[in-house]
């Protein structure tokens, strides 16, 4: 719907026309976004979808939001029905730790991650641009995703990934789809590096997070929760959180907590909050909360001793292998968005993260992949610190779905227990579990 907009380089300010094809700033390198002009936009029609009325609102997912993305009224999107996730009230969890908790589950996404939304975006946008391919460097969701996709646009689809530390449920999906798949002697930065230098050489279109288009569709993630929190629309415990405090604004939580790799999410979920606040359709922007594990975590080190840039770790190591990444493209985005929502940057323990994945799966009923519970136990590690306030709302994003690393959830559980096929034995066995 938006047809007004081009790219824009963060840094230098200098802009180029919409249909150009780059990805970082020919002049300077800078990092690319895409500029609106918000008076164009028609506000009401995204209003309306707190009343549930009109032709968007009944889009759902991340269509519903046209007005806020960058294509023409003709463009029909490439889509899978992403995005309309869940958000989870945790009333055991967040009483545990005296806040008001929500989780918004974004591993219920057709293949389970949010990286969905971005994809919807910068698939559709790659036929629009008339591409001969897609391709991305990835630690696993995104190359499911966008398997998936290229698959429903049949394009062809290369992806490279981290030899040996991509989780199992992401590569079946990757090689399932169709996908050119390639295991890339390096980690995930040095996949990044080649399959760059790849798609600028052979005009395949690159849909890493880079790709400012795709941020574009995850910024929807900040929408959906605005609009669920104001609506109501959150499953699970009392309502006593208001259906609507007020009907002048849309609804948005003090606080929102998520795993942190290679940076695009929340750049993205941030831009998403600054526009409904620009638009006058919120009141204020949520503190941007970005959770690394410790052997990975270069965003945690500038945000805490001040620096103005990350100095990359050069070789990143954790059981979250979504987040194990060490230069993060995003970056400079992403600690302009922690810092100026007076957000906050934490590093987690692979063994916090793991005690956080269980406690969501067994006190909430909320099944997540590593990197994914790393933003609870960031939030619990906050908490702890003072960081975060007693009584803040908070929203974490559960990025990916448990299946998508089946290994490790059954390494760090309990195995099942054989027993022989009588009743007796059954019994005998639970018997000897108390004892
Ligand atoms: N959580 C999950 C489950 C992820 O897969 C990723 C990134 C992140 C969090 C971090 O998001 O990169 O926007 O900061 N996965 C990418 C991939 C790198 O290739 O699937 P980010």
Not at 360 to 368: D, K, Q, S
Request: net charge negative; aromatic share 6%; hydrophobic share 40%.
């Amino acid at each position: 719907m938006t047809e007004v907009y081009e790219l824009e380089c963060i840094k230098c300010k200098e802009r180029y026309p919409k249909d150009e094809i780059l990805y970082v700033c020919r002049r300077c390198g800078g990092l690319l976004d895409v500029k609106y002009d918000y008076s164009a936009v028609n506000v009401d029609e995204i209003d309306a979808c707190v009343g549930k009325i009109g032709e968007r609102a009944a889009l759902g997912g991340v269509w519903r939001f046209r007005e806020l993305l960058p294509f023409s009224e003709e463009v029909s999107p490439v889509s899978i029905g992403e995005g309309n996730t869940p958000l989870y009230r945790c009333e055991r969890l967040g009483k545990k730790l005296g806040v008001e908790l929500f989780v918004k589950h974004e591993g219920l996404n057709p293949t389970g991650s949010f990286k969905d939304r971005g994809m919807t975006v910068g698939v559709t946008k790659a036929l629009e641009l008339g591409v001969r391919g897609v391709a991305c460097a990835s630690t696993g969701n995104t190359s499911a995703s966008l398997a998936v996709f290229a698959a429903r646009a049949s394009l062809p689809c290369y992806v490279l990934l981290p030899k040996g530390k991509v989780a199992l449920g992401k590569l079946a999906q990757a090689i399932m789809h169709g996908a050119k798949v390639f295991s890339l002697q390096g980690n995930f930065d040095d996949a990044l590096r080649v399959v760059i230098e790849f798609c600028e050489q052979e005009n395949v279109y690159l849909l890493n997070s880079v790709n400012p288009f795709r941020l574009e569709g995850q910024k929807t993630i900040a929408f959906e929760i605005a609009l669920q929190l104001t609506l109501g629309d959150v499953v699970g415990g009392s309502s006593e959180h208001s259906v609507q405090k007020s009907r002048d604004y849309w609804e948005v939580p003090d606080r929102v907590v998520l795993p942190v790799g290679n940076a695009g999410n929340i750049s993205a979920i941030f831009k998403g909050f600054v526009e409904l606040k620009t638009l006058g359709l919120t009141e204020s922007i949520p503190k941007m909360t970005g959770i690394q594990a410790e052997g990975a975590a270069p965003i945690v080190h500038a945000f805490k001793s001040g620096a103005e840039e990350i100095t990359p770790v050069e070789h990143p190591e954790t059981i979250a292998t979504a987040i194990r990444i060490g230069n993060p493209v995003n970056a400079p985005k992403a600690l302009h968005a922690i810092k100026s929502s007076d957000g906050y940057a934490e590093a987690v323990s692979d063994a916090e993260i793991t005690a956080a994945q269980i406690e969501l799966a067994r006190y909430e009923g909320i099944g997540v992949e590593p990197a994914s519970a790393s933003s609870f136990a960031g939030l619990k590690k906050l908490v702890e610190a003072g960081i975060v306030e007693r009584d803040e709302s908070v929203v974490c994003i559960a990025t990916g779905n448990l299946l998508k690393d089946p290994e490790r959830a059954v390494s760090v559980c309990e195995a099942p227990i054989e027993v022989p096929a009588s009743v007796e034995a059954l019994k005998k066995a639970i018997a000897a579990q108390h004892h």
